[in-house]
């Protein structure tokens, strides 16, 4: 199977990102979410991304034009029956997902591939609520998904070879540079990535350094764009601390324990970027 249609669930950044991925190199896309208001707020986030790179001389006119006629939008799951793929990018939410996927596995054809954008979670687990557990593995783009090179390619126990096959060069069809990983909760960047932003927490907890100093180290000793805290409000600390609390209940390692003020944040609002309030203040 070659994969030229393809179905993206979710309103958030990640769906709208991985669809102009997906639109820009060929495939065809159908956004699929709740309410179709959403679906369209979707499109109109990717109609807005194009008409940037238009004014900044990356695309043309026409080519814009031809990308975003490969893109439609609706609120109805059975609109993602002819799809290839069907890439789920909801909320991080176990329950939530399975369900999901219980519905799509009835609803697509039988050579789909059901395929979870989670960062965490375990994939196993939204498998084997289908009655196609070989079709169905990790496809795990990164924010922004159109300027991020890495897809983590989470391969659980029941995935066949030919699905994790046909995943890997879909994602390099799309110009990525797709890595296989075990579906082990965090894969291979959070799972290697969290634990440091949870130290830089317990750092700054500890009075060892200011955040400003903290943030500025990073940059200057090893080079990083960014601090550990400016990164964790990039993220949101709520999606971090879901992060770690995933990590930590597979591998009961205290580096994925979540500091005591990382949470205490979180119940506070002071979620980063998105809260406009977080380790930095960003209502100025």
């Known amino acids: 199977m070659t994969i030229k249609r393809v179905g993206i669930l979710g309103s958030g950044i990640m769906g709208s990102g991985i669809a102009e991925v997906a639109a820009k190199t060929g495939h065809e896309v159908v956004l699929r979410s709740r309410q179709q208001a959403s679906a369209d707020a979707m499109v109109a986030g990717l109609e807005k991304s194009l008409a940037k790179q238009v004014e900044r001389g990356k695309l043309s006119e026409e080519e814009s034009t031809t990308i975003r006629s490969r893109v439609s939008a609706t609120a109805n799951l059975h609109d993602l029956a002819d799809c290839d793929l069907i890439i789920e990018s909801v909320v991080e939410d176990l329950a939530i997902k399975k369900e999901l996927f219980k519905e799509l596995d009835l609803v697509v054809k039988d050579s ?23 079709k169905v593995c990790g ?28 995943v890997t060069a879909f994602a390099t069809t799309c110009g990525k540079d797709p890595v296989e990983v075990k579906d082990r909760a965090g894969f291979i960047v959070n799972a290697l990535l969290f634990p440091y932003l949870n130290n830089a927490v317990r750092m700054l907890e500890n009075g060892t350094a200011s955040r400003d100093d903290i943030d500025t180290a990073m940059k200057g000793g090893c080079n990083f764009p960014m601090g550990p805290l400016a990164l964790l409000d990039l993220v949101g600390l709520d999606t971090s601390l879901s992060i770690l609390d995933a990590l930590y ?7 994925y324990a979540a500091v005591p003020a990382l949470r205490r944040m979180v119940t506070a609002g002071q979620l980063g970027r998105k809260s406009k309030l977080g380790f930095y203040d960003y209502r100025k």
Do not use: G, K, Q, W
């Open 139 to 166: 496809v795990h783009f990164f924010n922004p998904a159109p300027m991020m090179s890495l897809v983590e390619i989470v391969r659980p126990l029941t995935a066949s070879d030919e699905t994790i096959a046909e």
């Open 249 to 255: 209940d597979e591998f009961r390692d205290p580096n």
């Open 112 to 134: 789909a591939i059901l395929a979870t954008n989670t960062s965490t979670l375990a994939v196993i687990e939204m498998a084997m609520v289908t009655d196609r557990p070989e």
